[in-house]
């Protein structure tokens, strides 16, 4: 017999109970359907950051080339170097 899900209050209490359990204990994977969420946007968050005005000044140049927004491109440049950061060292 799998455990009860509680109900969560927001996502980021749901966030915080997945990331110390394991959904075996809870969810029965055996009877689970494969299912696709094409027009899922992950959840934003707006921030203020401050850039020295060349290095914004050089982002909208290259945005501008590849024909993207300057925001787009950062999210870009941020997700690549985030996962390369991520990605485990080879010695």
Same mark, same amino acid.
């Given at each position: ?7 969560? +209050? !927001? ?9 110390? /359990?394991?959904?075996?204990? &809870?969810?029965d994977?055996? %009877?689970?359907n494969?299912?696709?969420f ?11 950051i401050?850039?020295? +005005? !060349? ?9 501008? /080339?590849?024909?993207?927004? &300057?925001?787009?491109?950062? %999210?870009?440049f ?14």
């Amino acid at each position: 017999m799998k455990r009860k899900v509680p109900k969560f +209050e !927001s996502e980021d209490q749901e966030r915080d109970f997945w990331s110390h /359990r394991d959904s075996a204990a &809870y969810i029965d994977w055996g %009877k689970a359907n494969l299912l696709s969420f094409p027009r899922l946007k992950p959840s934003t968050r707006t921030i203020s950051i401050r850039l020295p +005005e !060349s290095m914004l000044d050089n982002l909208k140049v290259l945005a501008n /080339r590849r024909d993207v927004p &300057y925001q787009s491109l950062l %999210k870009i440049f941020l997700a690549e170097r985030i996962e390369e950061e991520l990605r485990p060292k080879r010695d």
